[in-house]
């Protein structure tokens, strides 16, 4: 998400902006293959299991703060909470592309140490399969969690125990919907067509189209300057904030917003506010997404990293302009929970409490640490990848 | 028939070859470009020739600050990076006094954070320490003569590497600087929206952005009828904070001039054209063509080549708060590593060697290169965009960038046959 | 006395990052086994490129960063053998032998630029590995596929069409899985069928779990783990080059290096000699590429390169290689300590501080390393 040219190309072919890890270059493309296939999540009831207590090592890797501070801040409070002796936290480059090596050698490492049991790699960057290959032909007794992995999703599935991502292609439903339920007339869609090759963006588009069609939603795509291109960042939140006002004086009120872009969503959730449309969820759904940076949250010491205050504090300004109830966003950090939901699937697994591929097993630990309703679905055939929707909550 | 030509022919005749073959071919291809975008794209070309001057001027101030370490003698300056921390440390610096209490000391200070004042405060930061850092990495540079270049390199991208560590434990207080989940070190991304975004290209303003009279008169001269007034709703200041901090939210239709950061750049390029003729500027030169003679007639030659690392990171200082101003953002931690390249090459497309560069070198070098940078990706990108290909194919021009600019680069280190033989 | 403190003066480069890597085994409480065999995987993967710098050294032509043209030869070796399914030891040997011409080429190519840019081959070397970054993105980003007809649908980028079939599109993979050459070198028997006589034989001479490598144990914990095979390659490459500097090529390349001049007087050819150490080095670099991706198993198809040169050179300089002397010894106390050095400053900086100040540290010891031996060489010949 570095707005630098010379990203740009990695970025183009990787992670890519909001698609929250995605499948890595290749086919790309979630679950569904014929046209426009709206996802389909089993049913499932949460199980409490008692998983015992974390008596041996857990290894976690996350990027640096400067890649991304959830998953980061997400391992810091795992530290906090059983201490540095028993969470070993580790961080893998920002350049992870060219240096895979070290990715491979800090994994390694952790997976040395005979305590260790498990390791959750967050997110699950290329450079995470070698790393587990090697460390299985030590040991088979280690368990990999892997969150938001970015390799080929069939190897991924092949090697680690257990992988979770973000479930793109479902929130097209789930934020369509939404939408309605704040009541909305009508969707605006902003993109630009370097998101819109990558195939699990577009068909969220198609997605929502579909559900928007279904609501007797208009359902409207616009085009937006790519933050990548000629005039930057500020060229495309220029653009935001000047049509957001445009649109709302065709659409009305009622008009809800969406953008595929992380540096778009501060101008409009901004510009949405000034216009009293509606927003349903950013492209990377948290709290800490967008919000603080729009309204000018102050976070203090004290409140920094607790979900439940920072939103509280986003609220409180959306009353002050008299428009609540028509912003939404996920409870938390999503992978800030994954990560806490990881530990404790890795206690309860190496306690032979549960099993990995337990879907009840899994949404209980996601809810009970998380304290957030989510809902979970299986990727493809592999029934150790599991995607995840989690509750939005209207602020 | 020769003694028949005129003076004038003969002078543009000259004024032709002396431009040389790499620029012309250069010209002749944005020229392509710009008669494909104006033919098989809707891409607005009055548009776009203002995006490339708003990017030439954004860069201006960079590749100006190689001019003199290439004259005094030091090759290409690519410890640039070093002059770029600075000005970064100057900038959020200044952004900090917007918090409510700076760095948990001071106390608030608007005026040193935001609008024109506190673009100033922000060289006043920058300009002391750059002018620090380039006398050691000029005492450096001395020492090492014949690896000049390579030394430069990785000066340059450690002071980036251990800037790192630094962003992440400097105590800044202010929310907008603040790691927003951790709540200590500063962010990768600093959006400068409320403090002075485009203060430079959106110079002079017009009357109803609040721009004095002689200001809104030169407004109204530079105004092509391609700026749209700010809309009603963005003008109106809410407080005193916004009152001070400039309006960004102007749309251009058409062609548009930076009046402001062209003025800035051009400025600087003037001065300095000024400093080369006064007798430091000669000596300076004289110490990088010919040092023996120099020596000779009493030049400190190793004092001039300090004297001009520590003008080249001060330049590179100034060159980022104008670079940032442009974008809206300052970019930290790794975000700089690689900026000495493109701005080397820019110079090098101008004309410049190893050992000769002038003012003029700076100027069409930034001009071609940044305009060649700026139209070709969205071109490419609207010719390719229905195209099965197009994922893959929209990295052309990224692409055409890596080779051209390193092209460049190789080709002027190429030129000059060095050493003993 | 004397001699001690010239000792000392003459490698104080190895015995600066010795004392920072043991101050931070000390500081950190690091467990010796643990760093051991991290370092030591670290070195049966690196050793190679690290060697294939050494020639250009001998021969005068400095530090050659233009390994990254090698390496890219040999990478094109391996999207080869990717794309034909050729795997296990043969799938190696194909890759090598595919990616000497190029090499070869790259090699002649680089030494005709060093030859124009004498007493710049490094910075030409730098900025040549950009250049053809570009080149080999145009290429395989773009040309692939259309263009040229590499076929395989874990090398191309594909796209899944809506009736479900999938179809190749321009350009390779991001990352490419070498699953069919993983660890080919390092474990060659698991390459072979399992009933095979290959692996009926040592596993009846060495036991079943033999593979190709051997722990090294040592009071109850490994703290190392040598790939007999990697090992003879290294230590058959360092006989090589040891021979080959005695030769009559050896002997010029090093009077070249010494004084191109005298060299050129006494009638060696000498830009022909340059160019055959760029040559060498080159393919090398290109065999070293392949031996660190089959310990790797996966390919970062356009930037596992980049950086090839870059950690090669700082292992280099580490062992007290300088821009104009390096030796086997250099090569492998530099390799050693350089991987020590890394691993010890991003464990211990994060157990220290916090994580990520561990790893930015170790980005910036990696810089300053190549930094500072650059300056401390170039201020010694300049006082010397």
């Known amino acids: 998400m570095t707005p630098s040219r010379y990203l740009a190309f990695a970025l183009l072919l990787t992670v890519t902006a909001c698609s929250g890890g995605g499948t890595g270059g290749g086919t790309g493309g979630g679950g569904g293959s014929a046209a426009v296939e709206i996802p389909e999540y089993p049913v499932v009831v949460a199980k409490a299991v008692a998983v015992g207590d974390l008596d041996f090592k857990i290894g976690i890797m996350t990027g640096t703060v400067s890649q991304g501070e959830d998953e980061y801040r997400g391992a810091e409070a795992m530290v906090r909470k059983y201490g540095s002796d028993k969470i070993i936290h580790k961080t893998y480059p920002d350049n992870f592309m060219t240096e895979q090596e070290t990715t491979v050698t800090q994994i390694l490492e952790m997976a040395k140490d005979p305590d260790v049991k498990a390791i959750i790699v967050a997110q699950a960057i290329p450079g995470t399969l070698p790393a587990i290959k090697k460390v299985r032909r030590e040991r088979d007794d280690l368990i990999f969690l892997c969150v938001a992995p970015q390799e080929d999703p069939d190897q991924i599935a092949q090697y680690a125990d257990f992988s979770i991502q973000t479930d793109d292609l479902m929130r097209g439903k789930t934020i369509v919907e939404k939408a309605k339920s704040m009541g909305a007339t009508a969707f605006i869609h902003y993109t630009f067509p370097r998101h819109m090759a990558m195939d699990i963006l577009a068909k969220r588009r198609d997605i929502m189209r579909k559900v928007c069609g279904q609501n007797d939603i208009e359902f409207v795509v616009v085009n937006a300057p790519d933050p990548t291109g000629d005039q930057g960042i500020a060229g495309s939140q220029k653009f935001v904030l000047e049509d957001v006002p445009r649109q709302i004086e065709t659409h009305g009120k009622d008009t809800a917003f969406f953008s595929t872009n992380c540096s778009m969503q501060e101008p409009l959730i901004r510009a949405t506010l000034e216009g009293g449309g509606l927003f349903p969820e950013q492209c990377c759904p948290s709290p800490t997404h967008g919000y603080p940076g729009a309204l000018g949250i102050s976070i203090s010491e004290e409140m920094a990293g607790d979900m439940g205050k920072i939103r509280e504090q986003i609220a409180k300004k959306i009353d002050a302009r008299g428009f609540r109830g028509r912003f939404g966003t996920w409870e938390t950090s999503i992978h800030m929970v994954m990560i806490e939901a990881c530990v404790e699937l890795a206690k309860g697994k190496v306690h032979g409490q549960l099993e990995l591929t337990d879907l009840s097993a899994v949404k209980w630990a996601l809810e009970s640490t998380g304290g957030v309703k989510v809902d979970l679905g299986i990727f493809g055939d592999h029934k150790n990848f599991l995607m995840i929707i989690s509750e939005n909550v209207t602020l | ?421 | ?384």
Request: hydrophobic share 50%; glycine share 10%.
């Open chain 2, 1 to 421: 028939m020769s003694e028949s030509k005129s003076p004038i022919v003969e002078k543009i005749r000259e004024g032709v070859i002396g431009f040389g073959m790499a620029r012309w071919i250069i010209v002749a291809f944005l020229f392509i470009i710009w008669i494909v975008a104006a033919l098989w794209t809707d891409e607005n070309l009055g548009k776009m020739f203002g995006d490339c001057l708003v990017r030439t001027g954004m860069n201006g101030v960079l590749v100006l600050a190689l001019l003199l370490p290439v004259r005094a003698g030091n090759g290409l300056n690519f410890g640039l990076p070093l002059g770029i921390v600075c000005g970064l440390i100057g900038g959020i610096i200044g952004m900090e006094f917007a918090a409510e209490e700076p760095f948990g000391i001071f106390a608030t200070s608007e005026f040193l954070s935001r609008g024109w004042s506190g673009f100033i405060f922000a060289h006043v930061v920058a300009l002391p320490l750059a002018a620090l850092c380039g006398l050691a990495l000029g005492w450096l540079v001395e020492r090492v003569r014949g690896q000049e270049m390579m030394v430069g390199i990785y000066v340059g991208f450690g002071a980036i590497a251990g800037m790192c560590v630094i962003w992440l434990v400097i105590p800044v207080k202010s929310q907008e600087l603040v790691l927003p989940i951790g709540g200590h070190g500063v962010r990768q991304t600093v959006l400068i929206d409320d403090y002075y975004t485009r203060i430079l290209d959106h110079w002079p303003r017009s009357a109803e952005e609040g721009a004095s009279a002689p200001e809104a008169l030169l407004h109204r001269v530079f105004d092509f009828g391609t700026m749209e007034p700010v809309e009603a709703g963005n003008a109106k200041p809410r407080t005193r904070a916004e009152a001070r901090s400039w309006v960004p939210h102007r749309k251009y239709t058409g062609f548009f001039v930076p009046v402001g950061v062209l003025l800035y750049w051009l400025g600087m390029c003037g001065l300095l054209a000024l400093f080369l003729r006064t007798r430091i500027g000669v000596a300076m030169t004289a110490a990088g063509s010919n040092p023996d003679f120099a020596r000779s007639i009493g030049i400190h030659v190793p004092r001039m080549r300090i004297a001009s690392m520590v003008a080249s990171t001060m330049l590179g200082a100034v060159g980022i708060l104008v670079y940032s101003q442009s974008y809206g953002f300052y970019q930290l931690y790794k975000a700089p590593l690689w900026m000495a390249f493109p701005t080397v090459a820019a110079l090098l497309l101008g004309g410049a060697s190893l050992k000769k560069a002038s003012v003029f070198h700076v100027i069409i070098g930034t001009l071609l290169f940044q305009s060649l940078l700026t139209t070709s990706l969205p071109v490419v990108n609207t010719l390719v965009k229905d195209s099965a290909y197009a994922s893959s194919l929209s990295n052309l021009p990224e692409i055409a960038r890596l080779i051209i600019q390193n092209g460049v680069i190789l080709y002027a280190l190429s030129r000059v046959t060095g050493g003993r033989k």
């Open chain 3, 1 to 384: 006395m004397n001699r001690l403190v010239a000792f000392l003066a003459a490698n104080v480069v190895p015995i600066m990052f010795l004392g920072i890597s043991a101050a931070g085994i000390i500081m950190a409480d690091l467990t010796l086994s643990s760093v051991s065999s991290d370092v030591s995987e670290r070195v049966f993967r690196n050793l190679f490129l690290v060697l294939s710098l050494i020639i250009p050294i001998v021969a005068g032509l400095g530090l050659n960063f233009g390994i990254v043209l090698g390496a890219m030869a040999g990478q094109i070796g391996l999207i080869l053998i990717q794309n034909g399914k050729i795997g296990g030891l043969e799938g190696l040997f194909v890759a090598t032998a595919g990616s000497i011409p190029l090499a070869i080429l790259f090699g002649y190519l680089t030494g005709l630029l060093f030859n124009r840019t004498r007493g710049r081959e490094m910075i030409t070397g730098i900025i040549l590995g950009f250049f053809a970054n570009g080149i080999y993105q145009f290429v395989f980003l773009i040309l692939a596929g259309p263009v040229i007809p590499l076929h395989a649908e874990d090398v191309l980028l594909t796209k899944r069409n809506l009736d479900g079939t999938v179809s190749p599109l321009m350009g390779l993979r991001v990352t490419m899985n070498l699953t069919m050459i993983e660890a080919a070198l390092d474990y060659p028997l698991e390459h072979f069928a399992p009933d095979g006589w290959i692996r009926k034989m040592s596993a009846s001479m060495f036991g079943d779990r033999f593979a190709g490598s051997i722990p090294i144990r040592f009071g109850g914990v490994k703290w190392a783990t040598i790939p007999i095979l990697t090992l003879l390659t290294n230590v058959a490459l360092c006989f090589g080059l040891t021979w080959f500097l005695r030769t009559k090529l050896g002997q010029d390349l090093r009077a070249v290096g010494q004084d191109s001049h005298v060299a050129e007087v006494s009638g060696i050819r000498v830009d022909r000699c340059r160019i055959i150490a760029i040559i060498m080095s080159m393919v090398l670099a290109a065999m070293g590429q392949i031996i660190f991706l089959q310990n790797m198993a996966v390919m970062n198809t356009y930037q596992s390169h980049e950086q090839v040169g870059f950690y090669a050179i700082a292992a280099l300089l580490v062992g007290g290689a300088t821009v104009s002397r390096a030796s086997i010894w250099n090569a492998i106390f530099g390799t050693i300590l350089f991987h020590l050095l890394i691993v010890v400053v991003s464990t211990a900086g994060s157990r220290l501080e916090s994580p990520q100040i561990g790893e930015y540290l170790r980005e910036f010891f990696a810089y300053a390393v190549i930094g500072v031996t650059l300056a401390l060489h170039a201020w010694r010949s300049k006082r010397g």
